[in-house]
């Protein structure tokens, strides 16, 4: 029974609460934190734009690889026939020839 | 009801009348001064940015204290992630209802005489689920009704009332481990 009685003061030790006082200046931050919105609004990019730019990129990067590869390997077959022209070699004569091409 | 048509001008008339109720429902929540101060700001910041998304169909003190418990609500749950991985056995006293250590946490607002009995309080509010504790602080701190409660945390008024019943329950089966002979 006198458990029950502390448990229910201590229940009721909030009972007769006075509000806690509040700052006001408070008031001023919030103003000043929209003043800042406002102001970085103009400056922030919206982020599809990044997206977008970001997805240019990579798809230029892709295309840049893919022409470099192609060209890479038909200048290094464009080499070997100019050599072969320039020299006068024959068809037959494999030993300057890369292994794969035989 | 009418819409919200807020302009930062008129917002230290607004913050002045409400600043108080939400400031306070924070700080109890939270029990935690610099924090609940940061949501209280918080709050007329949000409100100020998504006035239109007031609809009218509460009033505009519940829609503030919405808005407050649900950063209430985000702050702990942070808490709570943090506990978990940093302090895994406090964590667990903490779920299994135990007293963990005494809140230095007392309101400004106690009654002198009533202070040491209101730390045990506030510290078995921490054991309580969150949804418990936001609807036993709204009722028996902020004084608002079952409807009011009901609005604040989106729900029916019979959730409240089981909440509420939940919450002193388990609050008594709380506070029953600090009693000494």
């Known amino acids: ?102 | 009801m009418s819409k919200l048509q807020l302009k930062a001008a008129d917002l230290g008339a607004f913050m002045q009348k409400h600043q108080g109720r939400i400031y306070n429902a924070a700080l109890n929540l939270l029990q935690n001064q610099l924090e609940a101060e940061e949501v209280t700001q918080d709050v007329f910041l949000e409100a100020y940015n998504k006035q239109q998304s007031f609809k009218g169909d509460a009033s505009i003190s519940t829609w503030l204290y919405r808005i407050a418990i649900n950063k209430c609500i985000d702050i702990l749950r942070k808490k709570q992630r943090r506990l978990k991985w940093t302090n895994p056995l406090k964590w667990m006293a903490a779920e299994a209802l135990l007293p963990v250590e005494p809140t230095d946490f007392v309101h400004p607002g106690i009654v002198t005489e009533n202070k040491e009995k209101a730390a045990i309080l506030y510290n078995a509010l921490l054991h309580l689920p969150v949804n418990q504790r936001t609807a036993y602080l709204l009722h028996d701190t902020e004084h608002l009704s079952y409807k009011e409660i009901s609005e604040v945390l989106k729900t029916s008024i019979p959730a409240v009332e089981s909440l509420l019943f939940r919450a002193r329950q388990n609050l008594r089966k709380s506070i029953e481990k600090y009693y000494k002979d």
């Open chain 1, 1 to 102: 029974m006198k458990k029950e009685h502390w448990v229910d003061a201590v229940i009721n030790s909030t009972h007769q609460i006075k509000p806690a006082g509040t700052n006001p200046f408070w008031v001023i931050r919030v103003q000043q934190k929209i003043k800042n919105q406002q102001e970085n609004r103009h400056a922030v990019i919206a982020a599809k734009w990044v997206y977008s730019a970001a997805a240019c990129f990579a798809a230029l990067l892709v295309l840049n690889i893919l022409t470099f590869s192609n060209t890479a390997a038909k200048s290094s077959k464009n080499n070997i026939q100019s050599v072969i022209q320039q020299y006068g070699f024959m068809q037959t004569d494999y030993y300057f020839l890369d292994p794969s091409t035989r």
